[in-house]
């Protein structure tokens, strides 16, 4: 086994025709979008923890430093986590892998290496990573999402065409994780959100339902949103005050409603209209967050 694994099981074994699907917090997704879309699939199909990746060797901790605490009374520390869980969704005959975590800082391919492993083990060979981008699009319309894939297949399974990427320049652990597994010969999809870049505050909920959904329909899961959907309803609220307080804010989403409306973009099917009214307290970030957020973005845009 590799050195670097924490098996929270005996043993690896192989599972049912598994699927991973990943995110990492990090450079491809920054606002935790992609990596809450994972955890919400690990709650609502039950996943149980499979493996976890030893931080040590890979965090600068100068740099991604411990959080302390207090849980049931006594101090504690939480390291940055690279965490992998089982899930077998209901009337499925096949086996999801859900590895979520925080990009590491070094020893990258002594870090895939420890996944590749775990793939190997499992019977792993078909992947779907997540990730989320800042784009000029407005929150008020449905949030595309894109789709680069290493076989043709994957544009049926989840409705979308997938072009041929011509990007050259910096990439994440996803990006490395993608093009590892795809040297092996295994197939391989990214899917990413597109979130309006003048909203930075906290992960956007209506990306995570986009990317959920999507999941849903590639594999036949049928997975409950109800929790992503009450977020998703209170981040509207909180926006809706923010723009209310920012008279430029305003007149900003409207110029890119315009935008919008006026290229009509193909969509996909995993877009989704954002909800408007709010219905629960969900602990997502206050409207003076989001507003700080937006003034920054329009100093920059004044250049002051």
Known sequence: MHEALRLAVDELRALRDPVLIAAFAGFTDPTGAAVATVRHLEEQW???????IDPERFFDFTVQRPVARIVEGERVLQWPENRIAVAHPPGLDRDFLLLVGVEPHLRWRTFLAAVEEVLRATGSTVSVTLGAQAAAVPHTRPLPVTLSSSAAEFEAMFGMQAPASRYQGPTGIAGALN???????WKNASLWAMLPHYLN???NPN???????LIDRAFGTHTPHGPLEERARAYAEQVRETLAAAPDGAAYVRQLEEQYDAL????PPGSVVPPATLEADTGLPDAPDLLDDLDEF?????GT
């Open 264 to 267: 009509r973009p193909q969509l």
């Open 207 to 213: 990306a995570a339902i986009a990317l959920a959904g």
């Open 201 to 203: 505050a906290g992960p």
């Open 179 to 185: 093009l590892r597994t795809r040297a092996l010969g």
């Open 46 to 52: 039950g996943a149980t923890p499979l493996a976890s």
């Open 298 to 302: 329009l100093r920059g845009q004044r």
